[in-house]
Nanobody, 123 residues
Framework: VQLQASGGGLVQAGGSLRLSCAAS????????WAWYRQAPGKERELVAA???????DYANSVKGRFTIARDSAKNTVYLQMNSLKFEDSAKYYC??????????????????WGQGTPVTVSS
C-alpha cells in the first residue's frame, strides 16, 4: 500500500491550497482517511479525518476553513484549505487505515502514511 501526497506549496495569508493524497497497491474495501500536520519543534497533530462511512472530524483550529473530502473511485482524499494563516505552516501528512481482502476472503488491515507535503503560509 502506497500513499502519494501532493499540492503543498507557498501561499500568502488568506490564500488557499488543496492537498491530494492517492492510495494504491491493492483493491481496497475500506479506507479511513486523515490529514495530520507537524510544524518544526511541535508534535504531529490531527487536522481532519473522514471515515469510510463519510463522517468527518476537524481540529478546532481549522473548523470552517478546511474541508476534507474523498473520491472513493479514485482512492483519493483531498484537503481544501481556505483562509490560510501563518500558523497553518507545517508539513502535512496523509494517513490511511485501509482494509482489503486477499484470496480466500482473508481480511487485511494496514495503517499507511504519505511522504508529507510542505505548506508555507507567508504573513
Amino acid at each position: 500500500v502506497q500513499l502519494q501526497a501532493s499540492g503543498g506549496g507557498l501561499v500568502q495569508a488568506g490564500g488557499s491550497l488543496r492537498l491530494s493524497c492517492a492510495a494504491s497497491g491493492v483493491r481496497f474495501s475500506r479506507i479511513d482517511w486523515a490529514w495530520y500536520r507537524q510544524a518544526p519543534g511541535k508534535e504531529r497533530e490531527l487536522v481532519a479525518a473522514i471515515s469510510g462511512d463519510g463522517n468527518t472530524d476537524y481540529a478546532n483550529s481549522v473548523k470552517g476553513r478546511f474541508t476534507i473530502a474523498r473520491d472513493s473511485a479514485k482512492n483519493t482524499v483531498y484537503l481544501q484549505m481556505n483562509s490560510l494563516k501563518f500558523e497553518d505552516s507545517a508539513k502535512y501528512y496523509c494517513n490511511a487505515n485501509v482494509l482489503w481482502y486477499s484470496e480466500g476472503g482473508i481480511p487485511n488491515a494496514l495503517k499507511a502514511w504519505g511522504q508529507g507535503t510542505p505548506v508555507t503560509v507567508s504573513s
